[in-house]
């Protein structure tokens, strides 16, 4: 039962579909560009944007930062799961034979295989506005 409730947080890898590893996130960032003009029109959309984001509506939170004409950074740090159970198997036999020192390397490999996406979104002005 345990599998099935971390699996329900993996995702597949969004920049190569072909890749059939899922991916579990294990560090997110979402950071907004500081070159944002202060008018009150983007400061009030902004202060909008937390409220949207935390609640899981991805569309206004996107809605919020068009508004505001943001830029904004996503990164997520993500663990390949069949990469992640063969390590931790692989280190506690090391660690039930009470040798810490080889149980290390399994876990050292794996977080090499730690992948990171990111992708950027770059301010859109409201339809029919110039710079």
């Known amino acids: 039962m345990a599998e099935k409730k971390i699996n329900d947080y993996t995702i597949g890898d969004?920049?190569?579909p072909t890749i059939a590893e899922?991916?579990?996130p294990v560090d997110e960032a979402f950071m907004v560009d500081e070159t944002v003009s202060a008018s009150d029109e983007h400061v009030q959309a902004l202060?909008?944007?937390f409220g949207p984001s935390e609640t899981g509506s991805k569309d206004n939170?996107?809605?919020v930062l068009r508004m505001a004409e943001a830029?904004?950074?996503i990164s997520a740090a993500m663990l390949p799961m069949t990469d992640a159970s063969d390590a931790v198997l692989k280190a506690q036999s090391f660690m039930d034979q009470s040798d810490y020192f080889r149980a290390n390397a399994p876990l050292n490999?794996?977080?090499d295989r730690i992948v990171i996406r990111s992708c950027?979104?770059?301010a859109i002005a409201?339809?029919?506005?110039t710079d």
Not at 126 to 129: N, Q, V
């Open 126 to 129: 409201a339809r029919g506005e």
């Open 47 to 49: 202060e909008k944007v």
């Open 120 to 122: 950027e979104i770059h």
């Open 22 to 24: 899922s991916y579990l």
């Open 109 to 111: 490999d794996f977080e």
């Open 71 to 73: 830029d904004a950074n």
């Open 14 to 16: 969004t920049q190569d």
């Open 61 to 63: 939170a996107l809605e």
